[in-house]
């Protein structure tokens, strides 16, 4: 019995997203079905939206922060009952069985994970349709279990924007007595910053932004520097143990590596349309690192979720109705958010 599910779509890369509808499949044996309650928007949304990243197949129903209700269960299901709180992030599937798969780390898997949306579904055919959606039906092994203590809806973005900042900081040992920097101060941003500052952490935030000084320090830095400032760059030269960038938009990334202490990583999890420049001299001179990190795999995402419960971290959010999407997609543009918007999917009933 598919069931007939509500959504919104981009049927092109220039026209707006729009309502569609579309038949879900029946759970298998060994996956759950999810009334999906809320589901945040990520730039990456976007970008996949409009093609900017090429690929996209059409018509394209995002959605990759996603929480909900379990539904229904598959007969060999074990992890979740029907009524139990379930989270999906971007993956639904990997191949399982790869060195990455069997290490826990679906996420780098060799022959690419099943994304929750604009993926082969290499399993059932078809492309998969993400949570912009009524519903969702994946493998019991790629849902997440939900901490009772989270907000919901602000729980959502931890889903991608918190796993994608988490997982490198985990990853490069950030903790207490270093100093670690957060290039940006949007969804990513924003996270990056309760994160470090829970692992102990020194934080700096760089942003061009003088208005976002006090929400900053508010959200747990210590310092803030306006990178625009060129003298106040200069301050912090050859001092940081870590610096995570999150900025989606073309910047020059060679004024931060200047800032890194020998040895050093600054790690990218923004993603500029255009490629950055990089000048060897920065890397050399102080045999500095860069580095690029994708989300983490499911044993790490659900560390993550339930280390959010001990220390009550969730995202600062905007909740929208699904027909506001439009709208958000200009403003997510114009970083006219504080600092992650979420979709209440009640609203794809109306």
Known sequence: MENNTKAYAAMGPTTPLAPFSFQRRDPDPDEIEIQIEYCGICHTDVHQARNEWEGTTYPCVPGHEIVGHVTRTGSRVRKFKEGHLAAVGCMVNSCRHCEQCESGQENLCEAGPTWTYNSEDKLHGGITYG???????????????????????????????GITTY???????????????????????????????????????????????????????????????????????????????????????????????????????????????????????????????????????????????????????????????????DRLLKSDVKYRFVIDNASLKK
């Open 131 to 161: 949570g912009y959606s009524t519903a969702l039906v994946l493998s019991e092994a790629f849902a997440l279990r939900l901490p009772k203590s989270l907000d919901l809806a602000a729980s959502a973005p931890l889903l991608c924007a």
């Open 167 to 329: 997982s490198p900081l985990r990853y490069w040992k950030v903790g207490k007595k270093q100093k670690v920097g957060v290039v940006g101060l949007g969804g990513l941003g924003h996270m990056a910053v309760k994160l470090a500052n829970a692992f102990g952490a020194h934080v700096v935030v760089f942003t061009t932004s003088p208005g976002k000084v006090n929400d900053a320090i508010r959200l747990g830095a210590k310092e803030v520097v306006i990178s625009k400032n060129e003298a106040e760059m200069k301050k912090h030269a050859n001092s940081f143990h870590f610096i995570l960038d999150t900025v989606a938009a073309p910047h020059d990334i060679n004024a931060y590596l200047e800032l890194l202490r020998p040895d050093a990583t600054l790690t990218l999890v923004g993603v500029p349309v255009e490629p950055h420049s990089v000048q060897p001299f920065s890397l050399i001179a102080k045999r500095r690192h860069l580095a690029g990190s994708i989300i983490g795999g499911i044993r790490e995402t659900q560390e993550m979720l339930d280390f959010c419960a001990e220390h009550n971290i969730t995202s600062d959010v905007e909740l929208i109705p699904i027909q506001k999407i439009n709208e958000a997609y």
